[in-house]
């Protein structure tokens, strides 16, 4: 009795040279609807599915797998003689291999304008369940999900029946997939209810890249993507110049690229270890970056700059004049890349600037479990900015406030940021202590912290900070507010003529 083996296939890549070559290795072949025609087109011998289930395809398709015949075939052990037996009694052929990839449900739902119909009936039911029979039954059939798997298991067939291990590993990708799929579909249905913290929570990733290593040299480490995410991400960029990415790379430029869409005029961000150190608005992006680089001439070298406007060739030539790890922009012209391009490590990275619009959740692993937020969107758009102090701040002063409270959100707490004229002077992050981070801050602004403002990311439970900063020349704070002792810093900023406001909004990042 031939080999059986049943193709049905969405994607049809590399479809007819495999079927060729199963029948020439003398499989008898069986598929379903559009698969079939382009298989008979070929001049390559195949029968119906309905020939072997002896029963039509009903339901515009949606039942034609679903089958004794096909499912007998499928998952009857060779080596279980009763199941043998009873297969030969119902006149069941077995099923030697299986080439099946599903509906796009993805490429569907990333449409615009689709439809919830739409999307329920681009679900696959019998696609998925011929891959689970035979990837359970993978001992005894092969199955095939991706097609770049074909011409490993066409010359495995050709040397041997297919090794154990190859047939396992099929298995598996079998496995991941289909878990891959219902991931995608739960993840729709969930939105659509609008259930933002479900029973259970199911994430599905697609891989872009193996990594040389992780954080250390010790440390594997791949990046992955997820499936549809539209808008400014990492995984989405397009790289054109320069050495291959690494995880920290990856964990930097992500975190400028957050720093830099916060605003809308021409803005520079430059990071070291997922901190900014320097951050410029200004009318031109060469103004922004000169402004950036300012303000930690020192922490920048070796860091990563990102830009939200493209790169002309004058703040190429103020780029290229020290050592950085990545530029991230959304376009660069032609003359900044051919200036650029000459230093062959450097690497540039276009980026889409567009705002996610739909709120998405963080994801934070911990040992044997996941944190999920959502993530932390919050502006000053969102409150009404509050004077705690006898003297309120002037409109220049508001103005350095807003650009602070921009950068603090993205600083490591406890994290304190010193700005003036559109630039970041100091930024203190990540300390044990406020006034730590504010000492570090107002360190790093030198001399220039006369008439600057001071941005916390949560209150001051004493006054020794607004004591460190009217000191060094701060003449106005912007903090949550929300202490129990509130008004000792009320107190230390009026006896210094600073003014303080609270934004009731407080932005912790561990």
């Known amino acids: 009795m031939k080999k059986r083996a049943l193709l049905s296939v969405s994607n049809k890549q590399g479809l007819t040279n495999f079927a060729k070559q199963l029948h020439e290795l003398d499989y008898e072949l069986v598929s379903t609807g559009g698969t079939k025609r382009v298989i008979e087109e070929a001049g ?32 009857a052990k060779r080596s279980n003689g009763e199941h043998m037996n009873q297969i030969e009694e119902l006149g069941i052929q077995p099923i030697d291999l299986v080439a099946v990839n ?66 396992r590993k099929l298995a598996a990708k079998v496995f991941r997939h289909t878990a891959n799929y219902d991931a995608m579909i739960a993840e729709y249905f969930t939105t659509l209810t609008e259930e933002a913290y479900p029973e259970t929570y199911s994430v599905t990733y697609e891989k872009v890249q193996s990594l040389r290593y992780g954080e250390n040299p010790h ?46 005029q021409p803005a520079a961000v ?101 944190l999920v937020q959502d993530t932390d969107e919050g502006s000053l758009d969102d409150v009404e900015l509050e004077v705690a102090t006898d003297r309120e701040p002037s409109e220049q002063e508001l103005h350095d406030l807003k650009l602070g409270w ?34 570090i801050a107002l360190e790093q602004s030198g001399g220039k912290a006369e008439g600057s403002i001071m941005a916390s990311d949560a209150f001051f439970p004493m006054p020794d900070t607004v004591e460190a900063a009217a000191e060094a020349g701060v003449k106005a704070i912007i903090q949550p507010g929300g202490s129990k002792r509130d008004q000792d810093s009320i107190d230390a900023c009026n006896k210094h003529g600073v003014a303080m406001v609270f934004t009731r909004m407080r932005h912790f990042k561990h």
Request: glycine share 8%; hydrophobic share 40%.
């Open 44 to 75: 390559i011998p195949v029968r119906s599915i309905s020939e072997i289930t002896e029963f039509p395809e009903i339901m515009d398709g949606r039942v034609k797998t679903l089958h004794p015949s096909v499912h007998g075939g499928l998952l």
């Open 102 to 167: 599903l509906y796009p449900f993805k490429e569907t739902i990333a449409k615009e304008d689709v439809t919830e119909a739409e999307a329920i009936e681009n679900i696959d039911i019998g696609g998925p369940t011929m891959l689970r029979a035979a990837a359970k039954s993978f001992e005894d059939v092969a199955v095939v999900v991706d097609p770049t798997d074909y011409n490993e298991v066409i010359e495995g067939l050709k040397s041997e029946n297919l090794s154990y291990e190859v047939r």
């Open 219 to 264: 440390q594997s480490a791949s990046f992955y993507k997820k499936a549809n995410y539209e808008g400014a991400s990492l995984a989405n960029a397009e790289q054109l110049n320069g050495k291959e990415l690494s995880y920290n790379n990856i964990q930097d430029a992500n975190a400028a690229l957050e720093v830099v869409l916060e605003f809308n």
């Open 270 to 370: 430059a990071v070291k270890h997922m901190n900014p150190c320097g951050v410029g608005v200004g009318d031109t992006l060469y103004d922004a970056y000169v402004k950036a680089y300012e303000g930690d001439p020192v922490s920048i070298f070796g860091g990563i700059v990102a830009l939200n406007r493209e790169v002309d060739a004058d703040t190429a030539a103020k780029l290229k004049e020290i050592f950085l790890e990545i530029i991230i922009a959304p376009s660069f012209s032609q003359e900044a890349l051919d200036l650029l391009t000459k230093k062959k490590n450097l690497r540039l990275l276009t980026v889409d600037m567009k705002k996610p619009e739909a709120q998405t959740h963080k994801l934070t692993s911990v040992g044997g479990g996941l």
């Open 406 to 439: 921009k950068v603090v959100k993205h600083v490591k707490s406890n994290a304190i940021v010193v700005a003036k004229g559109d630039r970041t002077l100091g930024v203190g992050a990540g300390q044990m202590n406020r006034v730590g981070a504010a000492k």
